[in-house]
Nanobody, 126 residues
Framework: VQLQASGGGLVQAGGSLRLSCVAS????????MAWFRQAPGREREFVAA????????YYADSVQGRFTISRDNARNTIYLQMNSLKPEDTAVYYC????????????????????WGQGTQVTVSS
């Protein structure tokens, strides 16, 4: 599976961005996926995850109510709509794919995912 993330950029605090992650080489319709982020000098952290349908989604407390993860299985793509952005959201954002089908256990941990995109930079200015 190859994952291509895009949509990052520079935005002012309070603004919005929409990230996309397109998968190729394998369908994502049976797999949970997630977004993680890593800021300079910090460890990678969980942002949001989504089950193989749009019904079950999970968020880090820091983004709950501001970010929305979704998916379009027909397009083999997941999205991360980010609203009310804050400077502390500045990071490289990575999408991740879990090879095990129909599984949502331990979704907030990076080791639960087998494939990662290359990352897209999000910078929020104050």
């Amino acid at each position: 599976v190859q994952l291509q993330a895009s949509g990052g950029g520079l935005v002012q605090a309070g603004g919005s961005l929409r990230l996309s992650c397109v998968a190729s080489g394998r369908t994502i319709s049976e797999n949970s996926m997630a977004w993680f982020r890593q800021a300079p000098g910090r460890e990678r952290e969980f942002v949001a995850a989504i089950a193989w349908t749009n019904i079950n989604t999970y968020y880090a407390d820091s983004v709950q109510g501001r970010f929305t993860i979704s998916r379009d299985n027909a397009r083999n793509t997941i999205y991360l709509q980010m609203n009310s952005l804050k400077p502390e959201d500045t990071a490289v954002y990575y999408c991740a794919y879990r090879e095990q089908t129909y599984s949502m256990g331990l979704i907030q941990y990076g080791h639960s995912y087998n494939y990662w995109g290359q990352g897209t930079q999000v910078t929020v200015s104050s």
